[in-house]
């Protein structure tokens, strides 16, 4: 899947990412600052993984976790802060909830502060059902 905004181009293609971005995008994070490089890797080599890139620099990231059968947990979006206020965010999400891949299956996420940015994509607060148990340190 590619898809092309202008100069920007979202792409699920796992050559084209750039680990040394994805880290520094990340490292900018809320969720995952602390995240070892090799944890990342290792996260990348076992989900579906979107990228947008101006020209040949990543400057966005979104990881897709599914079984593609039943339920995807959408995860790790981020936008370059430098890019950000320019509409990148909705056309990368766009791109994931658009995917033939994930159209049937129950998407979950989980965020602290974006969460008018999904529910333009029919994602909803449902704080009455959800349950979460954090990983061992």
């Not at 070892?36 to 989900?47: F, G, H, L, R, T």
């Amino acid at each position: 899947m590619q898809l092309e905004n202008h100069e920007f181009l979202v792409s699920d293609r796992k050559e084209l990412l750039q680990l040394d971005r994805i880290a520094a995008l990340l490292r900018d994070s809320y969720w995952a600052q602390n995240r070892p490089v090799e944890i990342i890797e290792a996260s990348i080599a076992n989900s579906i993984c979107f990228g947008v890139y101006d020209k040949s620099v990543q400057i966005g990231f979104a990881r897709v976790v599914t079984d593609l059968v039943t339920v995807y947990y959408l995860c790790d979006v981020i936008i370059d802060e430098a890019y950000r206020g320019r509409g990148l965010g909705k056309v990368l999400v766009e791109a994931i909830t658009n995917d033939e891949r994930f159209a049937r299956l129950h998407g979950l996420l989980v965020t602290a502060d974006a969460h008018g940015l999904y529910e333009q994509y029919g994602f909803v607060r449902d704080p009455e059902r959800t349950l979460r148990r954090k990983r061992a340190e």
